[in-house]
Structures are given as structure tokens and as C-alpha cells.
């Protein structure tokens, strides 16, 4: 019994979840009390029809079937109550599980999010999810009669003949026993099955994004075998778990046989010392035939409960993922902003002990072009990063319009901070939706944002405008119409501050102007931030900066850097030669 608390303690933190549903709870309760309570009546009946039988009177025999027949009428309307007033609760708390957990994962640590596997984490929130409604419908509608319906027969039988039962009642520890251990078997099992199909869904997940790689390299025979190998590992995890089940089913009928036959023998034997008569023996012997279904109901139940609770336990492990850090109690209210920036020594580590920005101070005044350049692993990401407050600074402090964005609510602040980002993705769903992103704004407002971002004519030029429906991860538009809704997207709200981080693959001349006139007219009044990779980006800004190793080893506009011949224009005669050839 040991073994079975910490399993219990996981399903009865689900308990509350339940409350709101008492009403429908209790009026199946009462359901599956006269569910429950027709077991002793037919028990009662059994033992008056089965001496009739041999007395051959017809009438008393037609009348006590008759009244068999209305006792399992009320017994069956009295199951379907019972079954369909609580699968209703179980399903919600399995919703309610889900969101909770959807919602907990909204807000896990952008650095921890990352190292978990999209697949694993989609079959984790459907089909761990679904096994535990199961289990937990299973529970409520199964597990708890054939408990109760245990416990009346055996009343009823110990009230028959108590020497007698208390003689069979010696098999039950053992009977509990075996089905305690298998359990705990089968939950380990299940476990380890469920956490392979998840690495399957996990393997298939990359194998379906890089499919285009791998039959470019011709690797087909690779990925093919991997996937074999995984899913040879998933069956036999899962063939583990049938044995176990397959081993566990003779055994228990097997004892349930044997005590049948003990029984008959023990009954007999009663019957001659005049301990018994017929009717008893005959309700007796009903009674423990009524017994086998639950015993074998809860058996059954018990172990798919195991392998719910393996599944609860996954879910559970999203809960332990490292959260953002909550806002401060005390957080500043953010006016509208002018969009002054200030780093006064601010130094981060991922791993605080190996820090990748060090020390930086930097100023950026409301309106003006910030171009960050330097190699790539230089930090200029995790300054972004920093910027959005997905990571906090370990040490010093950045200030918009003089205010420390610690002080800030992250929420907040993040309307005022916008993000285009290198590699844009889109939801599925319309264009306006695209651009909207779950904020409020008018269909005007939408359409401006549109217009700054160089994206309104095109967007009016497709057969549904504004209603187009872009495909997952917007491939049904060009790279620069992609980019453009990115931009749109990103001025829409009236960010104070703009985060560029400038896109590397090439477009043709034609998109590329036509992405460059949106990224000038959305940038135009903000203060903005780009991670620079194109000359006459660099060549436009006001200031440039230019990062190395996380610390800042040039600054100053493109001319007088281009004069002082420092690390700057060394990068720039590497990284813009593809740009002055170009002219
Ligand atoms: P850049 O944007 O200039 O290419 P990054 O800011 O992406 O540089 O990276 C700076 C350094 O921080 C690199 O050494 C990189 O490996 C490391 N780094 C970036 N993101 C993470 C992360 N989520 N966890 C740990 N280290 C990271």
C-alpha cells in the first residue's frame, strides 16, 4: 500500500478542480447509490428463484422473474444517470488541465522554452492530457461503483453467512497484493512508453522541418533508420506494459476460480452441518458472482489509473520548467513614451559566470538610428533580448525615458518595444489578423500600419485584401511581403522603440527596395535599435556601435569611423563588399 500514495497524491491535487461541478457530481452520486443498491436485491431475489425453480410452481417463478426484470430496468437508467451526469465534470477538469498548463507554458523562460522539444511538449498537452480525462471519467463512473457495489455484496454476504466469508475474505490481501505490484509495474512501464512516443513526436517534428535537408543530402536511409529505432524502442516499451497486463489477468481469474470452487465445497459442507440451506447457498453463490465483475472492473481500472497517473506526472513536469520573473509589486506605470534610451553598465550572462555582454554604456536619444554591427556570437541578439526583458541584467541598469525597465511591468513595456525580427513567422489566419496579433486596433489602424510598412498596396492588390489567409509560417507570400507584414506588425500599437534585426537572406533589387522604404517609414519619429547587416543601413544611422566579444569596441557615425580605419571599417570592407559592389 506504500507503494500507492505518492500515485494517489498526483490525481487528488485534481480534486479541486472538480468543485465546481458538485451539483452534477451529487446527482450522479445518487444515481450510483440505486445502481449500487440493486446488486443486494438481486442477491435477495436469487436466492427465492433458484429454490422455485425446483418447486414447480410457474406462477412464483414468472412473478420473481418479473421482478428481476424491474430491478435491472431501474439498474440500467439508474447506470446511464450515473455514467453521463459525470463524464461532463471529468472533462472539464481535463480542459481545466489543459489551459492551466498551456497558460504555465505562456510563461515559461524563454531560455528554458527553448530547450524543449515542440513535439514532445503537443503530445504531452493531447494525448497525456486525454489519458488523464480517461482515467479520471474511468474513476468516477467505474472505479468508485464497483468499489461501492465490492463493499454492499460482500455486506450482504457476511450478513448470509459470516463464518463463510471471512473463510473467502483470506484470499482478498492476496488478491490486493498482486494487484498492487502489477500496478506499480505497469505505471513504470507506461511511463517509459509514453516518453517514447513523445521523443517519436519529437524526432518527427524536426524530421518534418527538415525533410527538404534531408532529401537534399540524400539522407532518407538515415533519418528512416533513426525513426526505426525509435519507434522498435516505443513498441517494446509498450509490449512491456501488455505482458504485464496479459500476465495479470490469469492470475487474478485463476484466484477468483479457485474461490469460487472453495466455495461450493465450503457451501456444501454448511449445507450438511445445517448451517445452510438452498436459498442461501443459492444467494451466496450470486453474490459471488456478482463480485467477480467489480473485482475485475477495479483491477482494470487500477492499472489505467497507473498509467493516468504516469501520464499526470508528464504533464506535471511543464509546472517545474522555470517561469519569467514575475513584475515588481511596486511597478511604474508607463505613460507615453518619448523613447530616450540609456545602458549604464549593463552586464549579462546567460550563465552569470561567463558573461556575454560586459560593461556596456550607451545613449540613445528619442528618435535617433542605433546600428549595432560586429561578428556574429558578439551579443547584439541578447542585447534585444535584454531590451524585451526575456532576460534581466545582472548588473547595472538600462532606462527608458530615465526610468529602470526592471521597474517596469514586462507586459507594458513590451507594447512600447517592438520586434522585427530576421526570420519572420506568422500564425495561420488572415492578413489583418497577421498584423493585428491579438492586440485591439481599429481596421484603420491596421491599414496605416499597413501603409508605413510599404505593404498596403500589395496586401490590396491580392484577390481578398486584408482577408487573405496566410498559410503556417506565411508561405504563400514572398520573403519581402513576409517582411513587410513583420513591419507592419510591428508599428502597429505606436512603439516608442523599434527592434531591427535586419534580415540576411538577399531578395531581388525590386523587394528589397520595397522592404527598405517600409523599414525607413516605420522607423521615422521612433528611436530605433538595429542589428545593422546592410551598408546603407549603417551609412543612414545616427550613431554606430560596434560590438565584439560583448563589449563595445568602436562607436561613432559611418564617416568618422571609416576615417579612424579601426575594427569598423575592417568589418565593413569584409562584410559590405557584396553592398559596394553593388554601388
Ligand atoms: P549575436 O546576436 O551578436 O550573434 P548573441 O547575442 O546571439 O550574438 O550571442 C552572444 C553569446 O551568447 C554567444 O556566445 C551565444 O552562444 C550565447 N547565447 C545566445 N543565446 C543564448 C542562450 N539562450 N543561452 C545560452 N547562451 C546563449
Redesign the pocket.
Known amino acids: 500500500a506504500a507503494m500507492l500514495t505518492p500515485s494517489q497524491a498526483g490525481f487528488r491535487r485534481l480534486l479541486p478542480l472538480l468543485r465546481p461541478h458538485l451539483r452534477q457530481l451529487l446527482m450522479g452520486a445518487i444515481c450510483m447509490v440505486i445502481y449500487v443498491l440493486s446488486f443486494p436485491l438481486l442477491v435477495q431475489l436469487a436466492g427465492q428463484l433458484f429454490p422455485a425453480l425446483g418447486s414447480r410452481d410457474l406462477n412464483q417463478v414468472l412473478q420473481l422473474i418479473g421482478q428481476g426484470v424491474l430491478i435491472f430496468a431501474v439498474q440500467k437508467v439508474a447506470q446511464f444517470g450515473q455514467d453521463s451526469l459525470l463524464a461532463g465534470p471529468a472533462l472539464q477538469v481535463s480542459q481545466r488541465l489543459r489551459r492551466d498548463l498551456f497558460s504555465t507554458l505562456q510563461t515559461v523562460e524563454l531560455?528554458a522554452l527553448?530547450k524543449l522539444s515542440a513535439g514532445d511538449l503537443t503530445y504531452r498537452l493531447t494525448e497525456d492530457a486525454d489519458r488523464v480525462s480517461e482515467v479520471l471519467y474511468k474513476t468516477i463512473h467505474d472505479t468508485v461503483p464497483s468499489v461501492l457495489q465490492l463493499l454492499v455484496v460482500l455486506g450482504t454476504m457476511l450478513w448470509l453467512d459470516w463464518k463463510l466469508t471471512l473463510a473467502i475474505l483470506l484470499l482478498a490481501p492476496l488478491i490486493v497484493w498482486l494487484i498492487s505490484i502489477f500496478g506499480a509495474r505497469v505505471m513504470v512501464a507506461t511511463e517509459r512508453s509514453q516518453k517514447k512516443v513523445s521523443e517519436l513526436a519529437g524526432l518527427l517534428g524536426e524530421a518534418i522541418e527538415g525533410l527538404p535537408l534531408v532529401r537534399a543530402f540524400a539522407a532518407e536511409p538515415w533519418l528512416q533508420d533513426r525513426f526505426e529505432q525509435e519507434i522498435d524502442q516505443h513498441r517494446r516499451a509498450r509490449h512491456r506494459t501488455y505482458s504485464l497486463i496479459a500476465l495479470q489477468h490469469p492470475v487474478v481469474g485463476i484466484i477468483e476460480v479457485v474461490g469460487l470452487f472453495a466455495v461450493l465445497a465450503l457451501g456444501a459442507a454448511r449445507i450438511q452441518t445445517g448451517d445452510l440451506d438452498i436459498a442461501g447457498l443459492s444467494s451466496y453463490l450470486t453474490g459471488l458472482i456478482v463480485l467477480i465483475d467489480p473485482i475485475a472492473h477495479v483491477t482494470n481500472n487500477f492499472n489505467e489509473f497507473q498509467q493516468g497517473q504516469a501520464s499526470l506526472r508528464r504533464l506535471r513536469q511543464i509546472e517545474r520548467e522555470p517561469q519569467e520573473p514575475a513584475d515588481p509589486l511596486d511597478a511604474v506605470p508607463l505613460g507615453t513614451l518619448r523613447g530616450d534610451l540609456a545602458l549604464e553598465g549593463v552586464s549579462f550572462g546567460?550563465d552569470p559566470s561567463q558573461p556575454?555582454l560586459q560593461k556596456l554604456d550607451l545613449q540613445v536619444q528619442a528618435g535617433e538610428v542605433l546600428a549595432l554591427v560586429?561578428p556574429?556570437?558578439?551579443?547584439?541578439?541578447?542585447l534585444f533580448s535584454l531590451l524585451l526583458r526575456f532576460n534581466t541584467v545582472q548588473n547595472g541598469r538600462i532606462l527608458l525615458d530615465g526610468c529602470d525597465l526592471s521597474r517596469l511591468r514586462a507586459r507594458e513595456l513590451r507594447r512600447q518595444v517592438a520586434l522585427v525580427p530576421q526570420r519572420t513567422t506568422v500564425f495561420s489566419g488572415t492578413i489583418a489578423e497577421a498584423i493585428r496579433f491579438g492586440r485591439q486596433a481599429s481596421d484603420a489602424e491596421v491599414i496605416e500600419a499597413a501603409h508605413l510598412a510599404n505593404a498596403d498596396a500589395f496586401i490590396r492588390s491580392l484577390p481578398d485584401g486584408y482577408a487573405t489567409q496566410l498559410e503556417e509560417r506565411g508561405t504563400n507570400v514572398s520573403g519581402g511581403q513576409l517582411q513587410r507584414i513583420a513591419i507592419a506588425r510591428a508599428v502597429l500599437g505606436n512603439p516608442a522603440l523599434l527592434l531591427l534585426d535586419e534580415a540576411t537572406s538577399a531578395l531581388d533589387a525590386e523587394a528589397e527596395a520595397a522592404v527598405q522604404l517600409g523599414l525607413r517609414q516605420a522607423m521615422a519619429g521612433r528611436t530605433v535599435l538595429v542589428?545593422a547587416h546592410r551598408l546603407a543601413t549603417v551609412q543612414e544611422a545616427d550613431q554606430i556601435v560596434v560590438?565584439e566579444k560583448g563589449s563595445i569596441v568602436d562607436r561613432g557615425s559611418h564617416d568618422s569611423l571609416m576615417q579612424r580605419g579601426g575594427r569598423y571599417r575592417e568589418l565593413c570592407e569584409r562584410q559590405f563588399i557584396r553592398d559596394l559592389q553593388n554601388g
Open positions: 531560455g527553448e546567460y556575454v560586429g556574429s556570437g558578439a551579443g547584439k541578439s541578447t542589428i560590438l
